[in-house]
């Protein structure tokens, strides 16, 4: 009988340093997993380990996060796309999936619409739309707060970021990742990334694009995805997950594992 590979960690050389990141070999194509405005490569460990024992796969840390917080910037959305370039270059993959949460579903947004070779298709989970909707200058200032000290970490996972209470470990998880990130990095995303537009660019993908929407999320609601993300990707189809917030990787990693799963078997089938 056949083991499952183990994921190792190991680090890849991007633009001012090297970022750490958790790959398992196996059959593809890849994924490559992409984390949110707080987090890290930890985020995508509950949905990891409900994937095929045998799917290969990359989740690492963004500059300025996890154990890649000594990376300088610039941490805007193209420089994150670069270094996701770089990460599926190192590792050789000539045919991978993208999954990208939050943040790092606009970042994959921004990988697609540059038609790298070997992108077969992408998952956005509760992705930040191309263009900014609805932001004022008073919510990047209180975004730019949001994870200053654990009272306010805290408020933030409550109020905005689920649907429910999350477990223990995935609590403290959160608490760790989003203390722990740069302050240039944690500031980047409210001050700049977050208002950058790609509207215009997004429309060159031409690849199958699923996007994951949380039934309950604060941040990016289905209804506002349907409005200003689906328009704007021809190749994108939206399904809803059913009572979960903005963090569904770890407050429903079942629901997301499947979908991932259902996705690149539908990607591997002959069409006819």
Excluded at 107 to 132: C, I, M, N, Y
Excluded at 187 to 211: K, N, T
């Amino acid at each position: 009988m056949s083991s499952t590979p183990t994921p190792i960690g190991r680090y890849f050389d991007v633009q001012g340093g090297r970022l750490y990141g958790h790959v398992r070999e196996g059959d593809g194509p890849a994924l490559v997993f992409l984390h949110y405005w707080g987090g890290s490569h930890r985020t995508w460990r509950p949905v990891l380990e409900l994937l095929g024992p045998t799917q290969a796969f990359v989740s690492y840390d963004h500059r300025g996060w996890g154990e890649s917080t000594e990376v300088p910037g610039p941490y805007g959305i193209e420089q994150l796309a670069d270094d996701a370039e770089r990460v599926i270059a190192e590792l050789g993959y000539d045919a991978y999936v993208v999954v990208g949460h939050s943040m790092g579903g606009k970042v994959a947004q921004v990988l697609a619409s540059r038609r790298p070779t070997g992108l077969k298709g992408v998952v956005l989970v509760a992705p930040a739309p191309p263009a900014p909707v609805g932001v004022t200058p008073e919510l990047q200032e209180a975004l730019s707060h949001a994870y200053d000290k654990d009272e306010t970490i805290e408020q933030s996972i409550q109020l905005v970021l689920t649907n429910g209470e999350l477990g223990a470990e995935a609590r403290r998880r959160v608490h760790e990742d989003s203390s722990r990130a740069g302050e240039a990095a944690r500031l980047a995303w409210p001050r700049q990334a977050m208002v950058e537009d790609f509207s215009d660019r997004v429309g060159a993908i031409d690849v199958p694009v699923l996007v994951l929407a949380g039934s309950d999320d604060k941040v990016d609601p289905p209804q506002v995805l349907r409005a200003h993300l689906l328009p704007l990707i021809p190749t994108a189809t939206l399904t809803e997950l059913d009572g979960t917030g903005h963090l569904s990787p770890l407050e429903v990693p079942g629901q997301v594992a499947s979908h991932i799963s259902a996705f690149v078997t539908r990607l591997s089938l002959p069409r006819g």
